[in-house]
């Protein structure tokens, strides 16, 4: 099994409302990622945990809030975003965060409205 | 900052080959990628080459690296339709702390 699920799929919230995405991964990576990627560019990294502990954070405004309660958990929690954070959320695992192989979910479609 | 650089447009006919390009300048460069994306789709990992390799071939798929001119490539045989999609190459090395750095993506585009 190498997949990593991403719910929802797809999400529309207003600039008010808190939500939280959700990545799962049974693999047994301890590295999990999340990514932005706008419409045809590469996706950015945002967070980076390694064992369950951040590692990583690269000057994501506080809006986002990453959380991992356990290996096999990623969530994000969304609160206050604007119109220009929509876009393709993408969770990722490894089996360490300097691994070889990095696998990602589909994504979950955010719209900011 | 360390940078990868790819075509932007890729098109070829059914049934030819197609060879992908990408430029990198990370000199600690370690592990080099190549990423499938379809429309609406999330990325899925094609392949990867160690950088003390000159080439790797799984099925269709052929990964040449020259590490003197810091150029990988990705050549598709007998290219589908299914075949159609963004590809990103992505490298990961020392001066980026092992994170990837990605290229901008190649649209590969099939004509019948």
């Known amino acids: 099994d190498t997949e990593v699920t991403q719910t929802p799929k797809h999400l529309v919230m207003g600039m008010t409302n808190k939500k939280s995405l959700k990545c799962e991964q049974h693999?047994?990576?301890?590295?999990m990622y999340w990514y932005k990627q706008k419409a045809k560019k590469p996706p950015e990294l945002m967070f980076v945990?390694?064992?369950?502990?951040?590692?990583i954070n690269e000057s994501v405004p506080s809006r986002f809030s990453p959380e991992c309660p356990n290996s096999s958990l990623l969530n994000l929690h969304l609160h206050a975003l604007q119109p220009e954070d929509s876009a393709l959320y993408l969770c990722?695992?490894?089996?360490?965060?300097?691994?070889?192989?990095?696998?990602f979910g589909q994504g979950t479609r955010l719209t900011v409205v | 900052g360390e940078d990868v650089e790819q075509s932007l447009f890729l098109s070829v006919r059914e049934g030819d080959s197609s060879v992908i390009n990408c430029t990198y300048t990370?000199?600690?460069?370690?592990?080099l990628y190549w990423y499938k994306q379809e429309p609406g789709a999330g990325l899925q990992l094609l392949t990867y080459?160690?950088?003390n390799m000159d080439m790797k071939q799984d099925q269709r798929l052929t990964v040449l690296l020259n590490k003197k001119d810091k150029h990988l490539s990705l050549r598709i045989a007998d290219t589908q339709t299914g075949d159609s999609a963004i590809y990103f190459c992505?490298?990961?090395?020392?001066?980026?702390?092992?994170?990837?750095?990605w290229g901008a993506g190649t649209k590969l585009i099939i004509k019948p």
């Open positions: 990722a695992s490894s089996q360490r965060d300097r691994n070889t192989e990095a696998f």
């Open positions: 080459i160690f950088s």
């Open positions: 990370d000199s600690s460069s370690t592990y």
């Open positions: 693999m047994g990576h301890r590295a």
């Open positions: 992505a490298e990961r090395g020392r001066d980026s702390n092992y994170q990837l750095i």
């Open positions: 945990y390694s064992y369950e502990k951040l590692s």
